[in-house]
């Protein structure tokens, strides 16, 4: 196989494979970023030929015989002709203005801190336990009652009377407000982490996951740690969902 | 044995009771009442279901009872724009049935139940219709609904529980309960809203009533009104597009049918403490121009008042004291306008409502007339909740405004320099709306706001591009020519 082949092949390859992650996650990866690693296989690719002599001979000779050999003037004249308006249009769209409008990835669930300062003290998230959990019979019916009568005064407006993340004040918002039915949102998550998110809000995520965009409340200003746990254990037991838990 | 076999049934009823209790009661009450732990916080309120009023029935008969098919509807697809989930995909046919049974036992409603309004002499759309609506709309309807439709009534409404109500915005295709269609429009028309200040034009004790084909008039007439490109179709990107010359201070220069609307939910503040759960302003559609000096921005937002403190008609309205209206823009708060790596490339943006203490904001917040005192434009920047700040107004902003058949319109002109953020050209700037309705006593907190989105300064015409075409385009004939000369040059 020519060299040449080889670097179109391989080149054209990633290319396919960065595009082809962006079609299947949905979310097109940004084309700066494309063109970045298209570039670099471009040249790696290059420079690996071309460490051996005969690699080195085999991306020059082509070039040679096309500039110089006698059979090769018919396509000589051809890229001759075409090639002033290649580079001049390759010019043109490098120079043209371009908007692309920066870009978000956002991570929805990102990996929680060990320690939250919240309810005025340090909470190490390991080894926090859902108090409710510990009551039985009708205590605990009753406090599960509790925790829906809590989701319907505060949650429900965006996260939905379904608990399906379509509230009637969650049209627009981005990101939407999470459903907490479906096995893949909360039944993933310990219920510490749960906790995490409500006590702490969109302001207390980080970075990865755009604070700025969340308008999920910081819940420990306006309700007790217990009234927490309480809808905690409702959105779980009205879906049917189990939390994760690590033990066995 | 007669156990085996009732046991079924009285399980049945059990369940049905079972499933209300668990997917209902939170609105309507364990008893049907109305008065689930979430219905203070929502307007309209969950219907109290011992009632038995059903304000979107279709029936014909004067007497309240609904359709079977309403109730199923209403329980089956919801009512847009309410509180009301459409349950249809959470339970099954048979559930949606026994629920609508157990509904209909509530309000001690007994069948049969009557069949749908008649709709006679359909008349189809076409443009004498419309006009012949227009007229009747104007005389019949415009009193409650405003000449446009979009709610802005003359008066205070209230529903026969006490409540304010406000018309239907017939500009706004999503918010219709029952779905938007023209059959809908007219069985609304025939039969009213029970409960509310909306009578039957089919009644004969309405001064106001209406033969059936000029109800198909007035159902054209409304079915003409809608404005689509205030739907908010999800897209973030404002685009200002570049002006050669000046940017006339007038709402209806032909210079702004270039730029197209582009429109955003407002959702209520339920961030911090005075939470709006009942917000009357819902979107916003916004345009965008500038020039060689001046960024102009055009928001249009429905309001179905025009709030004006101390004003009798506006005070009428509002039911006494309220507030001014109001809107505001919030962009990062920028010197020298400098975007780093990281906002430009991840979006990274200030905290929405107040920015943060290392992203602050710069709010530019247009408080609406009162009486005796103009309408006015502020400036606020902030680091954070609790943070605002009144800053004198940036040299040069300058606004505009106008209210007109239910819509506000605000026209906000920035200089490119000398604000706290420079606009430049090609350029990506974190944009956000908020709005306040003074007759709906929103005010500070307590008000509707978007999402982030983006402002973005499409470059106008520029030679450039094609000056390097062209360029490369020349060198390259040049090496190509001395290419040849060299080559027969050498034997």
Redesign the interface.
Same mark, same amino acid.
């Given at each position: 196989m020519g060299a040449y082949r080889v670097i179109l092949l391989v080149t054209l390859g990633v290319y396919l494979l960065l595009k082809g992650i962006g079609f299947v996650y949905g979310v097109a990866l940004p084309s700066s970023v494309v063109s970045m690693y298209v570039f670099f296989t471009f040249l790696v690719t290059v420079l690996i030929i071309s460490v051996t002599d005969k690699g080195a001979l085999s991306l020059t000779t082509p070039i040679i015989e096309f500039l110089y050999k006698e059979e090769k003037k018919k396509l000589r004249k051809v890229v001759f002709v075409v090639l002033p308006f290649v580079l001049a249009f390759i010019a043109y769209a490098f120079t043209k203005p371009s908007y692309e409008e920066p870009f978000t990835l956002r991570v929805v669930h990102p990996a929680p801190p060990r320690i939250v300062n919240a309810y005025d003290r340090n909470i190490e998230l390991e080894k926090i336990k859902n108090p409710i959990r510990e009551l039985t019979g009708d205590a605990y019916e009753e406090a599960v009652h509790d925790g829906g009568e809590i989701y319907f005064k505060n949650c429900f407006f965006c996260h939905g009377a379904k608990l399906d993340g379509k509230g009637h004040f969650a049209k627009g918002l981005n990101p939407a407000p999470l459903p907490f039915t479906g096995k893949d949102t909360i039944a993933q998550l310990e219920e510490s982490y749960v906790f995490w998110r409500v006590v702490k809000g969109g302001e207390g995520l980080p970075e990865e996951s755009a604070p700025w965009m969340s308008v999920m409340p910081v819940w420990e200003e306006s309700l007790k740690e217990e009234e927490v746990w309480k809808v905690v254990t409702f959105i779980y037991e009205y879906t049917g969902n189990e939390p994760r838990r690590w033990e066995k | 044995m007669i156990v085996v076999i009732l046991l079924p049934v009285l399980s049945a009823a059990s369940d049905i009771k079972d499933i209300y209790i668990?997917?209902c009661s !939170?609105?309507h009450g364990n008893e049907g009442k109305g008065d689930? +732990?979430?219905s203070?916080?929502l307007r309209p309120a969950p219907r109290d279901l011992t009632e038995g009023v059903f304000k979107y029935r279709t029936s014909a008969e004067e007497k309240i009872k609904p359709t079977w098919d309403d109730v199923i509807r209403i329980i089956e697809d919801g009512l847009p724009g @309410?509180?009301m =989930?459409a349950?249809g995909g *959470?339970l099954s046919k048979a559930e949606v049935e026994e629920m609508a049974d157990y509904i209909l036992k509530l309000g001690k409603i007994e069948k049969p139940l009557p069949i749908s309004v008649e709709r006679f002499g359909e008349v189809k759309v076409n443009a004498e219709s419309i006009e012949r609506g227009r007229v009747l709309f104007k005389e019949r309807c415009a009193e409650c609904h405003g000449t446009f439709g979009r709610g802005n009534t003359t008066k205070r409404l209230k529903d026969d529980w006490g409540e304010v109500t406000w018309p239907r915005n017939f500009s706004k295709p999503w918010s219709f309960r029952g779905g938007y269609t023209r059959e809908y429009i007219y069985s609304r028309i025939t039969i009213g809203t029970p409960g509310t200040q909306m009578p039957s034009y089919d009644d004969p004790r309405n001064k106001k009533s209406l033969m059936p084909e000029e109800r198909w008039d007035v159902v054209n007439y409304v079915w003409s009104l809608k404005e689509p490109y205030k739907e +908010?179709r999800?897209r973030?990107?404002i685009t200002a597009l570049y002006v050669d010359g000046i940017i006339p201070d007038a709402f209806d220069d032909p210079v702004w049918s270039s730029a197209p609307y582009l429109s #955003?939910?407002?959702? =209520?503040q339920?961030?911090? $403490?005075e939470k709006l759960?009942t917000p009357t302003i819902d979107s916003v559609s916004v345009k965008a121009l500038y020039n060689e000096k001046v960024l102009t921005l055009l928001m249009e937002w429905d309001d179905f008042t025009k709030s004006v403190p101390g004003l009798r008609g506006s005070d009428k309205i509002a039911g006494g004291e309220h507030a001014r209206d109001g809107f505001s823009v919030q962009m990062p708060l920028k010197g020298g306008g400098e975007f780093s790596e990281d *906002?430009?490339?991840?979006?990274?943006? +200030? $905290?929405?409502e107040m920015g943060?203490s290392f992203?602050g904001v710069v709010d530019w917040l247009w408080r609406g007339p009162e009486k005796d005192k103009r309408d006015e434009l502020l400036e606020f920047h902030a680091h954070g909740s609790g943070t605002l700040k009144e800053v004198p107004l940036s040299a040069s902003v300058r606004f505009l405004s106008r209210y007109r058949d239910g819509s506000w319109q605000l026209m906000v002109k920035y200089p490119l320099k000398g604000t706290p953020l420079d606009f430049r @050209?090609?350029d #990506?700037t974190p944009i956000a709306f908020a709005a306040w309705d003074g007759s709906n006593m929103e005010r500070a907190a307590r008000h509707s706001l978007? @999402? !982030?989105a983006?402002l973005?300064l499409? =470059?106008g015409y520029?030679f450039? =591009?094609?000056a !390097?075409?062209?360029?490369?385009?020349?060198i390259?004939?040049i090496f190509?020519v001395v290419?040849?000369r060299r080559?027969r040059g050498k034997p």
């Open positions: - | 668990e997917k !939170w609105c689930g +732990p979430a203070k916080f @309410s509180a =989930p349950w *959470e +908010p999800g973030d990107l #955003f939910y407002l959702n =209520p339920l961030k911090r $403490a759960y *906002e430009r490339v991840y979006g990274v943006k +200030p $905290a929405l943060s992203r @050209s090609n #990506f978007s @999402s !982030w983006y973005y499409k =470059p520029s450039k =591009p094609y !390097w075409g062209l360029g490369v385009f020349i390259t004939i190509e290419f040849i080559k």
